[in-house]
């Protein structure tokens, strides 16, 4: 199932911050965007660090919001969202037609909404 349809998606959907690389226009199967979250409070990200859904290609129950590894191998403060097993699990997932058309799917929703979106408000601190 696709993250759009996913409840959870619209508590964190604000956040997506989905990119169109040149790439787009060639239609290649392996072509991977990455869709990178804007940074969120620190209840909702822990709350989507900890969200599971199944892999769109073989059906495991996975982590779909990921946090960047940087050059040392350590983790960044910058995450991602992944359709599928992240390489270290099951390397074949994320390529092929059915992770391909997830991100597809997202980008277009995401081209439809454009205009209405604007990016999360930062949150005041009041403590
Ligand atoms: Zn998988």
Redesign the pocket.
Known sequence: MSILNEPFFKKVEDYFNVHTYKADRVDKVELRPWIDMFRMPPDLEREALDFTKA??????T?HPFRMRKGKNGRFTKSMYYAA??SQD??K???KGPLAHKEYKAITTYFKKEKGKRRPPTKQLMLF
Do not use: E, R
């Open positions: 892999c769109v290609k073989c059906g495991d996975m599928t097993c699990d099951n074949t997932c994320s």
